[in-house]
Structure formats: structure tokens, C-alpha cells
């Protein structure tokens, strides 16, 4: 299947190379899936990868919580995320000014050198999407900066007019892959996507087949809503990682989005 078929507008008006990349990944595996890759042993995370590698179509990650960490490790972890034709996200949620924001994409953990993407609250001005760039920069690569405009957790303080301004800053920035949306309240992201236009991404965590509360003020929405509401990608952590065959969890979550995409009106 062609990207462009698929993806209609968002395809014909991307400008992004990344985006284009995850566009074109997601055709291939058939799957809008991205793994929240949420274990804390690289054991765990080698052996998620292995089993849901093929029905996923990015991989997200918590660098910092890995309880057994190292360098080594974490650098074959990322090429077998690359073998399995993976775009790497790091969900680092920077925050600070932009030079700060550029340093802590590299330090101990070297961001910049291995994501394709990371996320990041607009809190502190526009500058952190120069920053981040700049990250990539400095080593010769380039990234996508996903805002959050919308978060799933309950009592956020992300309210409707933050949301706006997020949006408005961020469509203009080529650096700007895109917006992070609530996948757990399909109307919500409804707005969001009007707000956004056809060009950029939106991509969603919240989403689970068991719909309710979380842990810990979590909530979930249904996966086929927040497609057809104009979700890009839903971000799946334990409904995958927590399964008692994450294989099988995947390839269910791949195919109910893929199907939801096929359905909508782009
Ligand atoms: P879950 O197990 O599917 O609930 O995992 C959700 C993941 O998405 C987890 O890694 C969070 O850090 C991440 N997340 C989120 O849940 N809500 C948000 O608004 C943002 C990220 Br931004």
C-alpha cells in the first residue's frame, strides 16, 4: 500500500522528512503502533522488541528508568530497533531554556545520538525547539520535537488555552514534528485536530482495548476513536509490555488502528 493512499493530506503535506519516514514505516508493518517501552531491565527490553518488533511501528522510550543501564547495552538496544525498522522516540518531556535543553541532549545518556524523536513542553518558550535541534545538530543528525499539547493524565494543567498556544507556536516550526493529544478523550483530540490543520503529527498515549482508569490518575480511551479523531499514532505501554503474550497484544492493537485508519477521512 502507497503512503500517499493511506495518509492523504498529512502525506501530501508534510514537509518533514521524519514524519515521511514514520509515514512510510507504518505502511510497511501495517501498524500505528508505537511500543511505550516501559521495562526496567534491558533483558526486558530486548525481549519486548524481539516478540513485538514486527507489528510496531516506533519505539518509545524512558531512558532513565532502566535499573541495569549502560551504554553498551542501550547502544545494541537501539540498533535492534533499527534492524526491526523502528523510529526511536525519547519521551524525555524537556522542559528548560534552550541551551540547557541542547546540553541534556547529551550528557550521560547522549540523546541526540540515537532518537529520532523526543518530546517536550513549550513552558519555557519556543528557543527549546532550537535547542533540541541544536542537540541533533552537534552530532551530524536530525530529529523531530513532538509538543505536548495535550496530556492524559487526569487534573493536567494543560488547559484549552495552553493547548492553543502550543499549537500556534508549533505548526510554524519546521523543527516541530508534531503535537502529543489525549488519546483518552476522542473530543477532545477532535478540537486538537482542527486546532492543528492536515500537516502535522499527532500522536497519542492514553489508548488502551481495556478502556477506563489507569494507575496512578492514568486514563484510557478507545483506540478506534482517537484514530478517527485524528490521531497518527497511539502510544501503547502495559496493554502491550504487561500482556501475558505481548505478541499477540500488539498485532491486536496494530491491526484495530490500522483498520480505524483505513476508515478515516484524511
Ligand atoms: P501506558 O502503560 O499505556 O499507560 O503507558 C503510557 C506511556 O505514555 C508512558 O510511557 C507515559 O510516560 C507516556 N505518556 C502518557 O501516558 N501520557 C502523556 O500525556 C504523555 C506520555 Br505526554
Given at each position: 500500500m502507497m503512503a500517499g493512499d493511506v495518509w492523504g493530506k498529512r502525506w501530501s503535506n508534510s514537509t518533514s522528512e521524519i514524519a515521511r519516514r514514520y509515514m512510510e514505516v507504518a505502511c510497511r508493518k501495517q501498524s500505528l503502533v508505537c511500543l511505550a517501552a516501559d521495562r526496567n531491565t534491558m533483558a526486558g527490553l530486548f525481549d519486548l522488541i524481539e516478540s513485538v518488533g514486527p507489528h510496531i511501528a516506533a519505539l518509545k522510550t524512558h531512558?532513565?528508568?532502566?535499573?541495569?543501564?549502560d551504554k553498551d547495552s542501550w547502544s545494541k538496544f537501539c540498533s535492534a530497533a533499527k534492524d526491526a525498522d523502528l523510529l526511536i522516540f525519547e519521551d524525555r518531556k524537556f522542559a528548560d531554556i534552550g541551551k540547557i535543553s541542547r546540553n541534556q541532549m547529551a550528557g550521560v545518556y547522549d540523546i541526540r545520538s540515537w532518537s529520532d524523536l523526543v518530546t517536550a513542553h513549550l513552558i519555557s518558550g519556543p528557543d527549546i525547539v532550537d535547542g533540541l535541534q541544536a542537540g541533533w545538530s552537534d552530532v551530524g543528525r536530525s530529529g523531530g520535537v513532538l509538543l505536548?499539547?495535550?496530556?492524559?493524565?487526569?487534573?493536567?494543567?494543560?488547559h484549552p488555552n495552553y493547548t492553543d498556544e502550543v499549537v500556534a507556536n508549533g505548526c510554524?516550526?519546521?523543527?516541530?514534528f508534531g503535537f502529543i493529544g489525549n488519546g483518552s478523550r476522542p473530543d477532545e483530540l477532535a478540537e486538537l485536530r482542527s486546532k492543528v490543520g492536515g500537516e502535522k503529527m499527532i500522536w497519542t498515549p492514553g489508548v488502551n482495548l481495556a478502556v477506563g482508569d489507569g494507575e496512578m490518575g492514568q486514563r484510557y480511551g478507545d483506540s478506534r476513536g482517537a484514530v478517527l479523531a485524528g490521531s497518527d499514532c497511539i502510544i501503547v505501554g502495559s496493554g502491550i509490555h504487561r500482556s501475558d503474550n505481548p505478541e499477540k497484544s500488539a498485532k491486536e492493537y496494530a491491526d484495530a488502528f490500522w483498520n480505524a485508519l483505513l476508515e478515516r477521512e484524511t
Open positions: 531512558v532513565d528508568l532502566v535499573d541495569d543501564w505536548l499539547a495535550q496530556m492524559s493524565s487526569r487534573g493536567n494543567l494543560l510554524n516550526h519546521p523543527g516541530v
